[in-house]
T-cell receptor
Framework: DAKTTQPPSMDCAEGRAANLPCNHS???????VYWYRQIHSQGPQYIIHGLKNNETNEMASLIITEDRKSSTLILPHATLRDTAVYYCIVRAYSGAGSYQLTFGKGTKLSVIP | DVKVTQSSRYLVKRTGEKVFLECVQDMDHENMFWYRQDPGLGLRLIYFSYDVKMKEKGDIPEGYSVSREKKERFSLILESASTNQTSMYLC????????????FGDGTRLSIL
C-alpha cells in the first residue's frame, strides 16, 4: 500500500471548516483513499473514502486532486466533538492479504472554542 | 448506522488464563476482523474472517485463535494469556467486496497481570 504523509497537528476554530491534507504521491491506480478518525479511548471511526472523484457524505467531503497524489478531508463546520486524530489511508484490494488497515501517525486536530 | 459491539470495555485477567473477547455486528457484514492497538505500533491485524467458519491469519496470530460460528459474531481467544498481550483490542466488520470500509467497535482494554 502507498505511504501517506500528514501534518502531525492542526488547530481549527469552532464553527469554521477544517481542511486536513494528505499526501500520497506513490498511489497506484487501484488504490482507494480512506479517512478514519479516533477519539481518545474509542475505536477508529470511518469517515469517508474515494477512488478519484470527490465524495461527500453527512460527515465530511473528500477532495482528491486530478493526479490523485494528494487529498483533503473537509469538515464543513467543526465542533468540539471533532477533536480527534485523523488518519488518511490508501489501500488496494488484491486478495486476502490486503485487508490489513495500516494507520500512520495521523493528524491531531484540535477544535478551539 | 453500523453497530459493532464488543462485550467488555475493560478486562483484567491473570497470566495463564484462557480469555475470550466477543464481538457482535448487526449489519449482516461478511467480513470481521480482530486488531490490537499499541502505542507506537499502530493497528496490527491478528485474524480476520470472510465467512462463517472461515478464518485467515493476520500479521500477529501467535498466541491467539478465533471462532466464527455465526455470521454476526466473531470471538478472539487468548489460549494462555501472557503479559505481552496487554493491549487495546479492536473488532471491525465490513461488507464483502473490494473497497468496503471497515467499521470498528469501541475496543476492549485488556490487562494481563
Amino acid at each position: 500500500d502507498a505511504k501517506t504523509t500528514q501534518p502531525p497537528s492542526m488547530d481549527c476554530a469552532e464553527g469554521r471548516a477544517a481542511n486536513l491534507p494528505c499526501n500520497h504521491s506513490t498511489i497506484s491506480g487501484n488504490e482507494y483513499v480512506y479517512w478514519y478518525r479516533q477519539i481518545h479511548s474509542q475505536g477508529p471511526q470511518y469517515i469517508i473514502h474515494g477512488l478519484k472523484n470527490n465524495e461527500t457524505n453527512e460527515m465530511a467531503s473528500l477532495i482528491i486532486t486530478e493526479d490523485r497524489k494528494s487529498s483533503t478531508l473537509i469538515l464543513p463546520h467543526a465542533t468540539l466533538r471533532d477533536t480527534a486524530v485523523y488518519y488518511c489511508i490508501v489501500r488496494a484490494y488484491s486478495g486476502a492479504g490486503s485487508y490489513q488497515l495500516t494507520f500512520g501517525k495521523g493528524t491531531k486536530l484540535s477544535v478551539i472554542p | 448506522d453500523v453497530k459493532v459491539t464488543q462485550s467488555s470495555r475493560y478486562l483484567v485477567k491473570r497470566t495463564g488464563e484462557k480469555v475470550f473477547l466477543e464481538c457482535v455486528q448487526d449489519m449482516d457484514h461478511e467480513n470481521m476482523f480482530w486488531y490490537r492497538q499499541d502505542p507506537g505500533l499502530g493497528l496490527r491485524l491478528i485474524y480476520f474472517s470472510y465467512d462463517v467458519k472461515m478464518k485467515e491469519k493476520g500479521d500477529i496470530p501467535e498466541g491467539y485463535s478465533v471462532s466464527r460460528e455465526k455470521k454476526e459474531r466473531f470471538s478472539l481467544i487468548l489460549e494462555s494469556a501472557s503479559t505481552n498481550q496487554t493491549s487495546m483490542y479492536l473488532c471491525a466488520s465490513s461488507l464483502g467486496g473490494s473497497n468496503q470500509p471497515q467499521h470498528f467497535g469501541d475496543g476492549t482494554r485488556l490487562s494481563i497481570l
